[in-house]
């Protein structure tokens, strides 16, 4: 597997536009007409960049954080956590930041349904502000072996549980994201089962450290990274991390998800991380953060095994990694 040590679209940190500056051009560009300003301007001051974080309930960040989610390893650099991505709506390679900013994300409708007392639909922004957010520093292991470290911003999948009220009968959470092929191009690929889609147990989803996440580096959560709303399952391979979710549905019947669909030999329902089971076609015993050279261990359950061991006891171990 090939991993860019820079890649080639990154912005360094130092030439990216200083935050103050960008934002008195977008005011600018809001008063004065974008058409005419926008036409006359060199194209560096018109394109996007990878900080832009959209306006969605911007008075809750930075969000205090919670020191029980610290880490023993460096956070990973954010110009490479923001622009080496995986979101295969909008292409099957890493370099997806800007054609992600398509996506508009507010409004943005979110339903919960299925086996519940309170089915809701919400707008996202009304969600996260009935949410306790706050900051966890959180691992994030991809099944193809690459890793990083990063302060997300958001609340427990707990809290969302909570206010949906499961029923007695239902024992998965299963969750969605968009479908809109004229914004994600990827998505006019047909051959993929659109739309992508994740699910957990539910004592799984009630975990202390199942978290959706709502922020990224003290602010609004970057749209390549899955905003409004997305998953941050640390202990599972990072494709359990659905990203702008759209609906959760709480059943009966254990979700097939997105990749499980594909292939279900390489992806399975649990794909708890561990290094001691190589994937099909490759070894899991190590990994390379984001931004660094040397490889390093890789760690049973991603180094949350304290936490989630428990939720696996009696269960044949083959089955929870693909
Ligand atoms: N909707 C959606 N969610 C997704 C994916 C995707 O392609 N589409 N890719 C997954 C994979 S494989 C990984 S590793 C993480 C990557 O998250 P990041 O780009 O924020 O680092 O998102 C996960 N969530
Ligand atoms: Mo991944």
């Known amino acids: 597997m090939l991993i860019r040590q820079t890649p080639r679209w990154a912005i360094p940190e130092r030439d990216a536009t200083p935050e103050t500056i960008f934002m008195s051009r977008r005011q600018l560009l809001g008063t004065t007409g974008i058409g005419i300003l926008a036409a006359g301007m060199p194209s560096n001051a018109r394109a996007a960049n990878f900080n832009d974080s959209p306006d969605v309930a911007t008075e809750l960040y930075p969000a205090k954080q919670n020191l029980t989610y610290s880490l023993d390893r460096k956070l990973s650099p954010r110009s490479d956590v923001l622009t080496y991505n995986n979101f295969y709506e909008f292409g099957s390679h890493k370099d997806i930041w800007q054609r992600a900013q398509k996506l508009s994300v507010k409004p943005w409708l979110v339903k919960i349904d299925g086996m519940v007392s309170n089915p809701i639909e919400l707008d996202a922004e009304d969600l996260i502000r009935r949410m306790p957010i706050e900051e966890r520093l959180y691992r994030h292991r991809c099944v193809e072996a690459w890793s990083m470290a990063v302060p997300w911003s958001g609340f427990p999948l707990r809290e969302l549980v909570k206010l949906a009220q499961p029923q007695a009968g239902a024992k998965f959470l299963e969750m969605r994201c968009f479908t809109k092929p004229d914004v994600a191009r990827g998505q006019r690929q047909r051959w993929y089962p659109w739309p ?38 640390p202990w599972k391979y990072g494709f359990k991390s659905i990203k702008s979710i759209v609906q959760f549905t709480f059943t009966d019947k254990q979700p097939k998800s997105f990749w499980e669909q594909l292939q279900s030999r390489e992806y399975g329902f649990y794909a708890n991380v561990n290094p001691n089971v190589d994937h099909p076609r490759w070894s899991q015993a190590t990994e390379k953060p984001l931004g660094q050279d040397e490889r390093i261990p890789t760690l049973l359950y991603n180094g949350y095994a304290e936490e989630v061991a428990g939720l696996y006891s009696g269960m044949d171990p083959k089955t929870l990694f693909y």
């Open 196 to 233: 992508y889609l994740e699910g957990l147990r539910l004592d799984e989803a009630t975990n202390d450290l199942a978290f959706i996440v709502t922020g990224i580096y003290g602010k609004p959560l970057v749209k390549q990274m899955g905003a409004p709303l997305r998953l941050a399952i």
